[in-house]
Structures are given as C-alpha cells and as structure tokens.
C-alpha cells in the first residue's frame, strides 16, 4: 500500500476547495514538490480528484480554509520541522536531538510510516464533531472504491472511517515524536477549534501523544 502520493493529493485537494487560496511554502517544501515525498510519484489528476471529492465528505460544512492555506505533505513536514527547530534553540529537555526527521526530511519507506499515520490522524480529526452519518459513510466508501487496483488502500482506509474515535488508539500511530507533532498539526488543521468537541479532541490527543506543550504551542502559533 502506497499512501504518502494519496495523502498528499488529499491534503492540496482542499486547494480547490477553497478557489483561490495559496499553499505557504519555502525553499524546502518547494524542493519536496519538485522531487516527491521519499521519491514517490503517483498520476496527479485521478488520484487529485477522488481525493477532493473524498475529503469534501470528509470536512462535511467545514470550509477547508486552514488545509488549503498548508495543504501538501511537503508544507506539513516545513511546519512541523520549524516547530522542532524552535524548541531545540529553547534549550532545556528536547525529545529528538540533531536534525528533526520529519516527513520532508525522510526516506520512501519511512516517509510512508509517517503518511500513515498522518492519514489516520486527518480521518479521525474529521470524525470529531460527529457529523458523518451512515449515509456520508456510504459516500465515502463509494468515493474509495474508485481508487483502482490498490486494494490494500480501500481496506485500510474503510477500516480507519468504520474506526471510533479514539484518541488513543490514533496516537498508536506515533512511532517518533516527530511523527506525533506532524500528525497533532495535520489533526489540527482540520478541526474546528472554536467547537468545544473538537477542542476537547484535540487536548485528548495531544495528552496521548505526549506531545512536548512548546512544540505545540509553536505548531498552533504557525496555524494561527
């Protein structure tokens, strides 16, 4: 199963969401589009749009307006590493010391762990408020069966929407606390912050992620 090509269409599908809004990238993230996640390429107009119309169900009546502002995996990686960098110039105790190895920064076979995980993380903070019923469930599933050949794919994604929300079980995914920070950021683009549910989700997971309190103060400042 190749998830990280589908995750990032699904993270810039929200581009088109929202018409006009531009991707904030700097040098790194422009390097990352021009070569891939870990060097992984997949056919962009296909995959772009089952990804929209995927994640469309999946934000039900949210605008979309944060992902399409840092939609793309290399933007997320940017994100989450400037928060790693931010916390190391802090000094004190630092879970991840040298380079941060964040998304942008890894090999195929890593960058596709941390794709998973992200993945999850977007699906469960898409379930936070509730809103998608049986018949948004059937939509959805009818949207992964068009992802061709990739069984591997539909089942995992299936068995993620079928899943109940439980930050616990979503922060399983966080093999590195580099990929616990990237999949808080991804968590908290697409949530409603200002919806106590949400909200309540968002301290749930982080809590289960053991996520470093200043490395996520610095990710929500970026967001803000």
Do not use: C
């Not at 390097?31 to 039900?60: C, D, H, P, T, W």
């Not at 931010?86 to 941390?114: F, S, W």
């Not at 018949?135 to 794919?153: M, V």
């Not at 997971?205 to 400042?221: G, V």
């Amino acid at each position: 199963m190749k998830t990280s090509g589908f995750l990032d269409q699904l993270l810039k599908s929200a581009q088109g969401l929202m018409g006009d809004a531009r991707v904030r990238v700097d040098q790194t993230s422009e390097r990352i589009e021009n070569q891939g996640i870990g060097g992984f390429r997949m056919g962009k107009l296909g995959q772009g749009v089952i990804a929209g119309g995927l994640l469309s169900m999946l934000l039900g009546s949210r605008g979309g307006r944060k992902l399409a502002t840092y939609g793309g995996l290399a933007a997320l990686g940017t994100v989450a590493y400037r928060a790693w960098r931010e916390r190391q110039a802090q000094g004190g105790a630092v879970a991840v010391e040298g380079e941060p190895q964040t998304i942008d920064m890894l090999p195929a076979p890593q960058a596709e762990i941390h794709s998973r995980g992200i993945l999850a993380a977007v699906i469960a903070a898409a379930k936070a408020d509730g809103h998608i019923d049986q018949r948004e469930r059937d939509l959805i599933q009818s949207e992964i069966g068009k992802l061709g050949e990739d069984a591997e794919l539909k089942a995992w994604l299936q068995t993620e929407l079928e899943r109940p929300l439980d930050a616990a079980q979503v922060a399983l995914s966080a093999t590195t606390p580099e990929l616990a920070s990237e999949m808080y950021l991804a968590s908290l683009l697409v949530v409603d912050e200002q919806n106590d549910s949400e909200r309540r989700y968002l301290d749930e997971l982080a809590m289960h992620l053991s996520l470093d309190p200043q490395i996520r103060a610095s990710l929500e400042r970026q967001l803000a």
